[in-house]
C-alpha cells in the first residue's frame, strides 16, 4: 500500500510537467534550429522572407513556436525557484 501511495505523489509531482515540457522545447527547438540554419544557408535563391522561411503563415509550424514559448515560459521559472 505504502509503494502505491509513494507512486500517486511521484506521478501528481511537478517533475512529470517539467520534464515533459523540456523534452517538447528540446524537439522543437532541433526543428526550429534546422529551418534557420536552412534560411541563413540558402544565399543562391532570392532570400525569403524570415517568417515564410519559418512557416508562420502554415497553423502547424506556428503552434510549434506557441509551444515553444509557453513551455519556456513554464519551465524556466519553475526550475530556477524550485531549485533555489
Same mark, same amino acid.
Given at each position: 500500500?505504502?509503494n502505491i501511495t509513494q507512486c500517486?505523489?511521484? %506521478?501528481?509531482?511537478?517533475?512529470?510537467?517539467?520534464?515533459?515540457? %523540456?523534452i517538447i522545447s528540446v524537439i522543437?527547438?532541433? *526543428? %526550429? *534550429?534546422?529551418?534557420?540554419?536552412? *534560411?541563413?544557408?540558402?544565399?543562391?535563391?532570392?532570400?525569403?522572407?524570415?517568417?515564410d522561411v519559418m512557416g508562420l503563415?502554415?497553423?502547424?509550424?506556428?503552434? &510549434?513556436?506557441?509551444? %515553444?514559448?509557453?513551455?519556456?515560459?513554464?519551465?524556466?521559472? &519553475?526550475?530556477?525557484?524550485?531549485? &533555489?
Amino acid at each position: 500500500m505504502n509503494n502505491i501511495t509513494q507512486c500517486i505523489q511521484f %506521478l501528481n509531482s511537478m517533475d512529470i510537467v517539467l520534464a515533459t515540457s %523540456l523534452i517538447i522545447s528540446v524537439i522543437v527547438n532541433a *526543428y %526550429l *534550429y534546422i529551418q534557420v540554419k536552412r *534560411y541563413q544557408n540558402d544565399d543562391n535563391t532570392t532570400k525569403a522572407n524570415w517568417q515564410d522561411v519559418m512557416g508562420l503563415n502554415d497553423p502547424l509550424r506556428s503552434l &510549434l513556436w506557441i509551444i %515553444l514559448i509557453i513551455s519556456f515560459l513554464i519551465t524556466v521559472p &519553475l526550475v530556477v525557484f524550485i531549485n &533555489l
